[in-house]
């Protein structure tokens, strides 16, 4: 069983969420600096070559991986380069690459940020990734002028943004901004009230909802629903930091005051970190319950196995935890009805000692992956080997 245990250990959290790992720029060279400019992002490049084998390791291993997507997703422009070919062999000119793969870190202006040579395992590069955010702080002009008296809307909201963007608490500047303001519903200042409502128990969230209709009528583009969820999981945050069930309760308050398509998902997830950080089996396994009879129902198929997964891996040796786990993938797979989501069923059954399911199941998600999805086909492969030789 031991080497089936190994394979779980290294495919259960990552191949079968390939859809949620890093979603690369597709476009030319300056049109990712475009894109970056814009966003007031830096742009992650992985600097690669076809031959690479640890290239190709960092695709299957941790670029795939949901940690990773929702990291580099949420704060990078993400562009792959190979480097012998195209735009890479200039690319290569500006930004001397030697070795592959090659991890560069540039700003929208082009200048390089950061360097590093190798490939990472999925810790190592989260790390990097916020130890290169943390270097960047665009706050220092915008805070000279704000001394100074500027309080132009739209000095505003790009303080706010680079404040938001560098980890920094824009709350107070918003909200002495927004106080001293006769209308508050003006275009100028719905677009800073919409950037500044980072958490759910602020002022500032409160009249977002308060405009909610004027400002999904100004800005048709934004996923108002998204944005809530990410003030809520900002709120969350804050409630495992200083173990505050007030700040959790208010997180779940406000989606399913404002966001009841999520209400029951959110709630579940939320009440399995909360136990999680007070290392709570009990209430853990009654969340995730909770999750599997409601809440997966309002999550997307690949949301679902992130939770199965995280459960597995915190609770591996908990049986309750274990069983809700397989019923919770089993009815994933059969709702999604694809490949990866049988494999990740297979894997788990694995895990739990039941070789014989495991290989019924993974077979079936081989031959459905066979000519459409050849990572997950070949890990199914590899799955059913190591059961028939343990």
């Known amino acids: 069983m031991k080497t089936v245990l190994s394979l779980v250990v290294t495919l259960l959290a990552s191949v079968t969420m390939q859809a949620q790992g890093i979603e690369f720029f597709q476009g030319t060279w300056d049109e990712a600096l475009a894109a970056a400019k814009?966003?007031?992002?830096?742009?992650?490049?992985?600097?690669?070559?076809?031959?690479?084998?640890?290239?190709?390791?960092?695709d299957a291993q941790v670029f795939s991986r949901s940690e990773a997507g929702d990291f580099y997703n949420k704060h990078f422009i993400n562009v792959k380069m190979d480097m012998e070919k195209g735009e890479g062999l200039e690319i290569r000119k500006k930004?001397?690459?030697r070795a592959?793969?090659?991890?560069?870190?540039?700003?929208?202006?082009?200048?390089?940020?950061?360097?590093?040579?190798?490939?990472?395992?999925?810790e190592?590069?989260?790390?990097?990734?916020?130890?290169?955010l943390s270097s960047i702080d665009r706050t220092g002009p915008f805070v000279e002028q704000y001394e100074k008296g500027k309080r132009d809307p739209?000095?505003?909201?790009?303080?706010?943004?680079?404040?938001n963007q560098s980890g920094k608490s824009s709350l107070k500047v918003a909200n002495d901004y927004l106080r001293d303001q006769e209308d508050v519903t003006t275009p100028e200042n719905l677009r800073i009230?919409?950037?500044a409502a980072t958490e759910v128990d602020s002022r500032i969230f409160k009249m977002l909802m308060e405009n909610r209709e004027a400002v999904e009528e100004l800005m048709p583009d934004v996923n108002m629903e998204e944005k809530i969820i990410l003030a809520a999981e900002n709120t969350l945050d804050k409630a495992l930091e200083f173990d505050s069930e007030m700040l959790l309760n208010e997180a779940k308050?406000?989606?399913?005051?404002?966001?009841?398509?999520?209400?029951?998902?959110?709630?579940a997830k939320a009440d399995m970190a909360f136990a999680k950080k007070q290392d709570d089996t009990n209430d853990y396994e009654k969340a995730l319950k909770e999750y599997l009879k409601k809440g997966m129902e309002q999550d997307t198929p690949a949301a679902t196995d992130r939770v199965a997964s995280m459960a597995l891996?915190?609770?591996p040796k908990e049986d309750g935890v274990v069983s809700l786990v397989l019923d919770i993938l089993a009815d994933n797979a059969d709702r999604a009805g694809e490949a990866k989501y049988y494999l990740s069923h297979a894997i788990a059954l694995a895990f739990s000692g039941d070789k014989q399911e495991a290989a019924t199941i993974a077979e079936r998600a081989f031959a459905m992956a066979k000519g459409k999805d050849a990572v997950t086909q070949m890990e199914a492969r590899k799955l059913l080997d190591n059961l028939a030789n343990d």
């Open 193 to 195: 009230i919409f950037e």
């Open 38 to 58: 814009k966003e007031q992002k830096l742009i992650f490049m992985d600097a690669y070559a076809v031959w690479c084998g640890p290239c190709k390791r960092m």
């Open 313 to 315: 891996r915190s609770y």
């Open 95 to 97: 930004y001397p690459v």
């Open 253 to 267: 308050k406000k989606v399913a005051e404002y966001d009841p398509d999520h209400e029951d998902a959110f709630a």
């Open 154 to 163: 739209e000095f505003m909201y790009n303080y706010i943004k680079a404040l």
């Open 100 to 122: 592959y793969p090659t991890l560069l870190f540039i700003d929208y202006d082009g200048t390089l940020v950061k360097r590093s040579v190798g490939a990472k395992p999925l």
């Open 124 to 132: 190592a590069f989260l790390a990097l990734g916020e130890s290169v």
